[in-house]
């Protein structure tokens, strides 16, 4: 099984960006059955509704459409007017049926899966042309399904329309004896009823159809294993690319961490491998403050960043190797160096006096720090 799942059988659920790609492409679920039944119950329905005012409208319409102006007849070539003028009112007439209508073929397919535009929708599919394709569509499970569902059709609406008439076949009889009024009533009752019924049986295909058609959409956007590793790859990106992103990142702070060397007071050194940039202000600051810090080859380019302008360079190995291990770039030191740290500091300012002949040349303190753990 583990075989054939690896050499493309689609097995696996997809995804929601799969699903989202598919409906931004114009893929998504569609019913016919539910369209159908949407626009032809709403028509019966409206029609219903709107009876009386749409039997006035049609007899006002009929009135004028059939006693034409006595002098249309001399003036023949004013017919054609007037037939496009009868024509207009006519679909004044029907124009509240169509408009519901067209209202309702909107609405089914946005209740299936929503209302999209995609132009690669409108793109010709060659694929389609190819004959195994047809022969495939022909007798895969698709046109079976189709088969079945035609078949359904012609149950439930025939079996609607063949009850309707079996129970309504006695008054159809006897609309022969009725007066003219009773007898439209009756018809257009036995009419109603039928349209009813008809739409019923639609809605109840078109309940079935639905799930299926969504339930088949999904089946056919399942996703091979291999398909739904690849897009979580993309998704949590790839690790190339990752630390590609990272190395990237990594050279950005070395970048700013070496243009903030030379605002530094003191190189603490090790003394070549260790190298940390220390910088304190008084008044502005609650300790002395990590700038930058590094081992060997960063180590070395931070001392030579100090060199070139001129900041203090001081070796203290136990000091250089704790203070690259617990300081981080950009905030205090930890509060058990700041003993040592005082006495660098104190001899860095002892120093820049000692240059401007201010101060005797000063000794270099010898400070003893547990680089693992407490002050020595």
């Known amino acids: 099984m583990a075989e054939q799942d690896e050499s493309g059988e689609r097995t696996e659920l997809p995804t929601e960006k799969r699903l989202r790609d598919a409906r931004e492409q114009g893929n998504i679920p569609r019913s016919r059955e539910l369209a159908t039944a949407a626009v032809f119950g709403a028509g019966v329905l409206s029609i219903i509704a709107m009876a009386p005012l749409l039997g006035r409208n049609a007899l006002g319409w009929m009135k004028v459409a059939l006693s034409p102006e006595p002098g249309l007849m001399r003036q023949p070539d004013q017919l054609f007017g007037h037939v496009g003028l009868l024509l207009l009112k006519l679909l ?138 690849e897009e979580m790859k993309e998704s949590e990106g790839r690790p190339e690319v990752k630390g590609r992103i990272r190395q990237l990142q990594h050279q950005l702070s070395q970048r700013r961490m070496m243009e903030d060397v030379p605002t530094a007071d003191v190189i603490v050194v090790n003394p070549t491998h260790y190298a940390v940039a220390l910088k304190y202000e008084s008044g502005q600051m609650g300790a002395p403050t990590v700038v930058a810090k590094g081992v060997d080859e960063m180590a070395q380019r931070i001392r030579e960043v100090a060199d070139a302008h001129r900041i203090a360079i001081v070796s203290a190995p136990p000091l250089a190797r704790a203070l690259y291990r617990e300081g981080q770039i950009g905030r205090e030191i930890p509060v058990r160096l700041y003993a040592a740290v005082a006495q660098i500091l104190s001899y860095v300012y002892q120093l820049r006096a000692w240059r401007i002949g201010q101060a005797a040349l000063p000794d270099l303190p010898a400070v003893d720090v547990d680089e693992h753990g407490g002050k020595a």
Do not use: H
Request: hydrophobic fraction near 50%; charge should be positive.
């Open 92 to 229: 004044a007439v029907v124009s509240p049926i169509a408009l519901v209508c067209v209202l309702a073929g909107i609405a089914g397919p946005a209740l299936m899966g929503g209302l999209r535009f995609s132009q690669k929708s409108l793109m010709p599919d060659f694929k389609r042309l190819s004959p195994m394709a047809g022969i495939k569509r022909l007798y895969g499970p698709e046109s079976v399904a189709e088969l079945l569902k035609s078949l359904l059709r012609v149950v439930l609406v025939g079996g609607a329309a063949t009850l309707c008439i079996r129970l309504g076949l006695n008054p159809l009889r006897e609309l022969m004896t009725m007066p003219l009024e009773q007898a439209v009533r009756s018809g257009l009752g036995f009419t109603s009823t039928l349209l009813l019924a008809t739409t019923g049986a639609l809605i109840l295909l078109a309940a079935i159809d639905a799930p299926y058609q969504k339930w088949n959409w999904k089946r056919k956007l399942k996703m091979t294993r291999q398909e739904l590793r």
